[in-house]
C-alpha cells in the first residue's frame, strides 16, 4: 500500500477534495457543496462507479487551517490531520501539494525534497526564474520532482493528438482560457507543449494588457501558438488546430478524467522510483510561463528563452 500525504489549499482550488476522493474511492458531496464545490460533487458522484485507486491510499492532510484540513479529511476519508505539513515526513510514501499559489511552492516542498520524500507540485510549479532554477537544481541532484497541469492528460486534447495525421502539415495553434496568466495560463500551454511533443520554445512575446493577455510562442523548428487568457470573457478552456487540409477544436470539459489520469501517473512514477514526465518538459513550460509575464509588464518585448 502506498500512503501519500496531501497538503491544501489556496483559494478557489479545490484539488484536495478531488483528488483525494479519486484516489480513496470516497467522497462526501454535502462537506463538498457546503465548502462551495459543487460542480465537484457533481463530477465524482458522475463517476462513482471508477473512484478509488487500488493499493494507494490518502493518510494524512494537512491545511494552512485546522478546519479546512478536517474537513477535507472528513469527505474524503483520511485518518490523519497534521497540525504541520512536515509532521507527514516518516509517516508517507509521498506527497501531494494540490495548492496552486507557486509563491509558496518553495518554502512548503522544501522540507519534503530534503528528506527525499516524492512529491508531486500543483500547476504552476513557479512563478519565477529563481524558484525554478531552486527546483531544477534540487532535480539535478536526483531529488523526485513532478509537475504539471492535469491538462497534459485531457482526453480531449489526446484525440485530436492522434488524428494530427489527417489535418496536413500543421500551421497553428491556438488556445483560449479564462482568469489570470500564471496560475491559468499554464493550463493552455500544457496541452499546446503536449499536443507538439514538448518542441522546445526560443521566444516569447506579450502584446496584452492586465488580465487580457495575448501571447506568441515561437518553437525552435520555426512554428507559432498564440495563447489568449481573459479574465472576464466567459469560462473556457479551448484549444484551435489548424493543418493545410482541416483543423479541430479542442473544448476540455471532462475535469475528473484528466485528474484522474494525472494522480495515476505520478502513482506509477513512485512505483518506478522517478517521474515519467520529465522535469525538462516542466522547465520548458514554466520558462514560457514567466517570460510572458515578463514581456507584458515590460511593454510587449520579445524575450529570448536562449
Known sequence: MIKLGIMGMSAGNAHPYSWASIINGVFNAEEIIKVGYPAVAAYLQANIDTLGINAVNVTHVWAQEMSVAKSIAFSAGIQNVCARYEDMIGNVDAVLLTRDDPENHVEMARPFIDAGVPIFIDKPLAGNINDLNYFR?????????????????????????????????????????????????????????????????????????????????????????????????????QISVFGTTAWRLIDVKNSYSMFRDNIIEFIRSVQEGKPRLAFEKTENIIKVLIAANESRQNGGVKIDLN
Open 137 to 237: 537544481k534540487e532535480v539535478e541532484k536526483g531529488k523526485f520532482i513532478m509537475s504539471c497541469s492535469s491538462m497534459r492528460y485531457a482526453n480531449e486534447a489526446r484525440i485530436v493528438k492522434q488524428d494530427l495525421n489527417n489535418i496536413g502539415e500543421l500551421q497553428l495553434i491556438t488556445a483560449v482560457g479564462k482568469k489570470d496568466w500564471i496560475k491559468y495560463g499554464v493550463h493552455m500551454l500544457e496541452v499546446v507543449f503536449a499536443l507538439l511533443n514538448d518542441l522546445k520554445a526560443v521566444s516569447v512575446t506579450n502584446i496584452g494588457e492586465a488580465n487580457k493577455d495575448i501571447v506568441k510562442v515561437t518553437f525552435e523548428n520555426g512554428f507559432v501558438a498564440t495563447v489568449y487568457l481573459y479574465m472576464d470573457i466567459a469560462p473556457t478552456f
